[in-house]
């Protein structure tokens, strides 16, 4: 999709970059979080009503929209190098924006984020992208997108900002699907053949359409042959991983 160009003068460019350094430190960060800024601002009808759609703004939003801690201060007191500049005007300016308009919320790890969803919060790779959920100290919960760079916050996307560019025809990647119920019933469920007994073999007795009394015997052996068989499977008469997929999926 086309992203908006803001015509940021000079100063309002300089004064947004070292918001931006302050926030990420590094060129890469600095283009995220200057991404995030038109995000949030976009996607956010509230926003636009109070501040507008144009330049000033996003400039007038980034400073006294409150979001950013101590926006006035670090943009008029901080500090940008030409290239962190450059990087911010090639995000705002020409629209080459490095985040999906969707991606609204980054935090530090430590103190704001209370907990993640996958894992330890102060180890990255336990972060992973569109199935991590984030909880803050703000109150906000969203899902893991990226870590810009290292050093960088982790970025991610709130439900309602993924829904609202969603619903106006903006680009979304779509939502990790949610893993097949047969593929945790399938790793909870052992190889099993002639002499073995218990739950297992019953469950497998149902399918194979015999009598049940978990002992997998010369009949169940046969049933299983025969399934095998009709589902294009190697007929050796032990169940194993391919064998207990056809068969949940003959009873979903």
Known sequence: MGFTKYNLSESQLVKIARL???EQGNIDGCKAEASLMANLLETSPSRQRKYGTDADGLYNWVRNGGWFSRAAYWMDYGSASA???SAVQDVLV???RTLPQYVDEHDCIIPDIISISTGNKSNKADYIKGKTVIKNRY???YTFYCFPAPGCDPFGY???AYEYVKRHGGEVEPEPEEPD?????ITALPEIGRGCEGDAVSVWQVIAG???DGDFGPAT???TIKFQTAHGLKGDGIVGAKTWAEGLKSIN
């Open 20 to 22: 931006c350094v302050q």
């Open 83 to 85: 290239k962190a500049i």
């Open 94 to 96: 020409n629209g080459n």
């Open 139 to 141: 109150g906000s919960t």
């Open 158 to 160: 709130t439900a309602e």
């Open 181 to 185: 119920e047969r593929v945790e019933v």
């Open 210 to 212: 015999v009598n049940i």
């Open 221 to 223: 052996q046969a049933a």
